[in-house]
């Protein structure tokens, strides 16, 4: 799912390509993806682009009077830019946003369509798309470490949620927490201030650094390789793969779609944090360090059998 860094970078070249364009249609190639009905998507039709900005994951177009197109990407959302009036060609181009000198077109991988675009008028209906996580450039240590601890969460899943932390999915919640060196599993309410403050840290690095070079990757141009798994990663999507700090391979923690890719070394004091479904298999069996892992991935050879004496010998 593309995250703060991929969301900002899209807004910054949309920005530079539609500037001082109107937007004269929407071609929608799937009906599912207009979650709304009023105002009607044909009331934006023709009105001039005051600007982009993000709600969280959500990329929001400016209008003129007062009218907003809100679209959220979900997992396998893309934008591309194309030729004036491009056509939709394949199934997986679900929308067409045509400018006055450019055509931005909305692709969806996957069978399952879950990107979604809302028509909206005013800035009061706008609001409702806030999901109330805070930005960590917009807030306080203290407004941070707050947000975290108001509830009892694992620090994986409160910086996943949208009503705690704003922006971050399941990729750059990884290299925070691996640039932090905290468990993915440590629960929110037991951080000291110390590892509050290196999170706080470790959240606006992780995500400045990465716009950077997502803008630097783009140039001029615009975002056509917005993946969740990048070689320069720390951790994420880089299972038994060596850690770029300690060369520990790294490790993971699979649930449902997802994963938490973490370093044992760097996060964990050595710990093998448990895998649910392999845990359930393993039971007793499941290994709690990584030495202990790595004996069951690469066993030592059995002892030499002893050959049997000749009868030559035996005399």
């Keep these: 799912m593309p995250e703060y860094p991929d969301v900002v970078v899209y807004i910054e070249r949309l920005k530079a390509v539609t500037a001082g364009q109107r937007l004269e249609a929407v071609r929608l190639k799937s009906p599912f993806l207009l979650r709304s009905y009023a105002p009607p998507l044909s009331a934006t039709f023709g009105k001039r682009v005051l600007g982009f900005h993000r709600i969280g994951k959500r990329i929001v177009f400016e209008l003129e009077d007062d009218l907003y197109l809100v679209l959220h990407l979900m997992i396998a959302g893309r934008l591309r830019q194309r030729e004036p009036k491009a056509p939709l060609k394949t199934k997986l181009e679900l929308a067409a946003f045509d400018f006055t000198e450019t055509t931005i077109v909305l692709t969806e991988a996957g069978t399952q369509k879950r990107a979604s675009l809302h028509v909206v008028h005013g800035t009061a209906a706008l609001a409702a798309f806030r999901r109330g996580g805070v930005d960590p450039f917009g807030v306080t240590l203290a407004a941070f470490r707050a947000a975290l601890t108001r509830e009892n969460r694992t620090l994986k899943r409160a910086l996943t949620d949208p009503t705690i932390i704003d922006g971050v999915g399941n990729a750059y919640s990884d290299e925070m927490l691996h640039r932090a060196r905290l468990s993915p599993v440590k629960r929110t309410q037991q951080l000291t201030s110390e590892e509050s403050k290196r999170l706080f840290s470790a959240c606006k690095a992780t995500l400045s650094e990465w716009a950077e070079r997502l803008r630097q990757e783009v140039g001029?141009?615009?975002?056509?390789?917005?993946?969740?798994?990048?070689?320069?990663?720390?951790?994420?999507?880089?299972?038994?793969?060596?850690?770029?700090?300690?060369?520990?391979?790294?490790?993971?923690?699979?649930?449902?779609?997802?994963?938490?890719?973490?370093c044992p070394t760097c996060q964990t004091d050595g710990r093998l944090l448990a895998d649910r479904a392999l845990s359930r298999l393993l039971k007793s069996d499941w290994p709690r360090s990584l030495e202990e892992l790595e004996e069951r991935l690469n066993p030592a050879p059995p002892p030499p059998t002893p050959k049997a004496r000749s009868s030559i010998e035996q005399k």
């Design 220 to 262: 001029e141009g615009f975002p056509d390789k917005v993946t969740a798994f990048r070689e320069e990663m720390a951790v994420h999507g880089r299972y038994r793969q060596p850690c770029p700090v300690c060369q520990t391979p790294v490790q993971r923690i699979r649930y449902a779609a997802n994963e938490v890719n973490y």
